[in-house]
């Protein structure tokens, strides 16, 4: 689902659709996906829903290093795993 909404996010063989990159994005990130919610807070922080949301883009971009981080942490195969 990621590569849907950022390949309609950038344009990357389809027409640019913001919001329904927005859309599948957002669902990807609710499965858990840490690089689709950081897109989303990319989107929002380079104003691409409007000025409103670049304050929650910055949120998302936070929250998405941070889940990334604790994916990092309980991945087996992570070379970034404390023993």
């Not at 309609?8 to 994005?25: C, M, Q």
């Not at 981080?69 to 070379?79: A, G, P, Q, T, Y």
Request: glycine share 10%; with cysteine; aromatic share 10%.
């Amino acid at each position: 689902m990621f590569r849907v909404g950022y390949s309609l996010a950038h344009g990357k063989g389809v027409p640019v659709d913001v919001n329904r990159s927005y859309i599948v994005l957002k669902e990807a990130a609710v499965r858990g996906h840490a690089f689709a919610l950081r897109e989303l807070g990319l989107q929002d922080l380079r104003g691409k829903r409007g000025v409103a949301w670049q304050l929650i883009g910055v949120v998302e971009i936070i929250a998405a290093v941070c889940w990334g981080f604790m994916v990092s942490m309980v991945n087996d195969d992570s070379e970034f795993l404390i023993s």
